[in-house]
């Protein structure tokens, strides 16, 4: 199956710092990508979709401002969470579509300390 | 609206019993339908999926689905469990008008006991 990577795997900052997630599809082109976030012991909830050149469509209540997602070519799409706090410690995870199936990443564990 | 139930939110079967996870959905048109499990700590791996034709699905590492459009469900069954199977399943609607969304439910945790 197609293959998604993230990195970091996980990352602690402080808050008030940019934090930038990365998300690659390494073995297919993902025209659209989605970063999803994940709170303990709770269902994945999507953030955003992401195509490729062009800008990201966010969902109802997250903060475009706060979370930037950039999907410069068809393999890599980024996500940067701006000025963190500690509410934006999560697990993100980002997916790539081939074929009408999403094939997600491993995750990135935030702490925003 | 979308929507996906898992009625369950725990379960726990003997190591070799059999299991069923319950998902119900509500979509206004013919659905794409996946199981998804998560380990602690991990990204989401695909068990199955059904697009259409049959509507018993075989997925890997021994699970099945059955879609039933009569009751908008997509439950997922293995007839035998093993202690590795614990972790946390994932029933999950795509979205094809947009873009392949997924809408998820809220997960079942399922628990092996020897």
């Known amino acids: 199956g197609a293959v998604v990577s993230q990195h970091p795997s996980w990352v602690i900052c402080k808050s008030g710092t940019s934090v930038k997630i990365e998300c690659r599809s390494l073995?297919?082109?993902?025209?659209?990508m989605f970063w999803y976030r994940q709170f303990p012991k709770q269902s994945l909830m999507l953030m955003a979709t992401?195509?490729?050149?062009?800008?990201?469509?966010?969902e109802q209540g997250v903060e475009k401002d706060k979370f930037l997602i950039n999907h410069a070519s068809l393999t890599l799409s980024t996500l940067t969470v701006t000025s963190a706090h500690p509410e934006d410690s999560s697990f993100y995870i980002c997916?790539?579509?081939?074929?009408?199936?999403?094939?997600f990443g491993p995750g990135t564990r935030l702490t925003v300390l | 609206a979308q929507s996906v139930t898992q009625p369950d939110i725990h379960i726990t079967v003997s190591e070799g019993a059999s299991l069923e996870l319950r998902c119900n959905y509500s979509?206004?048109?013919?659905?794409?339908l996946f199981w998804y499990v998560q380990s602690p700590g991990q990204g989401l791996q695909l068990l199955l999926k059904?697009?259409?034709?049959?509507?018993l699905v075989q997925g890997i590492k021994g699970f099945e689905a059955e879609f039933k459009r009569s009751q908008s469900s997509f439950n997922l069954r293995k007839p035998s469990v093993h202690w590795s199977d614990a972790a946390e399943y994932f029933c999950?609607?795509?979205?094809?008008?947009?873009?392949?969304?997924?809408?998820f439910g809220a997960g079942t945790i399922l628990r092996v006991k020897s």
């Open positions: 999950a609607v795509g979205l094809m008008e947009y873009g392949n969304k997924l809408v």
């Open positions: 979509y206004g048109a013919t659905p794409y």
């Open positions: 073995d297919f082109q993902a025209t659209t």
């Open positions: 997916s790539g579509t081939s074929n009408n199936e999403q094939f």
């Open positions: 059904y697009f259409s034709g049959d509507t």
């Open positions: 992401s195509n490729e050149g062009s800008k990201a469509t966010y």
